[in-house]
C-alpha cells in the first residue's frame, strides 16, 4: 500500500512547515532513517519552497509510523 502525507502552505501555519523542510545536506539522513523503520519498505521525499510530500509504501497505514 502506498502512502501519503502532505504539509503545504495552504493547510499548515508557514512555522510549522519550515520544520518539515529539507534541503540536499539532509535530504539523505532523513530518508535512511525513514527506511531504517520497521514495516517501511519504500520511501520517498517531495520537498519545495510551498510543500513537503512523504511517500511511504508499506504494509500499514502511515499514521501508525508517526
Same mark, same amino acid.
Given at each position: ?6 504539509i503545504n ?7 510549522f512547515?519550515?520544520? +518539515?523542510? +529539507?534541503?540536499?545536506?539532509n535530504l539523505?539522513?532523513?530518508?535512511l532513517s525513514?527506511?531504517?523503520? &520497521? &514495516?517501511?519498505?519504500?520511501?520517498m521525499i517531495?520537498s519545495?519552497c510551498n510543500?513537503?510530500?512523504?511517500y ?5 497505514k502511515?499514521y501508525? +509510523?508517526?
Amino acid at each position: 500500500m502506498i502512502s501519503v502525507l502532505t504539509i503545504n502552505h495552504n493547510n499548515s501555519e508557514m512555522s510549522f512547515l519550515e520544520k +518539515f523542510s +529539507f534541503n540536499k545536506d539532509n535530504l539523505q539522513e532523513a530518508l535512511l532513517s525513514l527506511k531504517n523503520i &520497521g &514495516g517501511i519498505d519504500e520511501c520517498m521525499i517531495l520537498s519545495t519552497c510551498n510543500r513537503v510530500e512523504l511517500y511511504v509504501s508499506s504494509d500499514k497505514k502511515i499514521y501508525h +509510523f508517526l
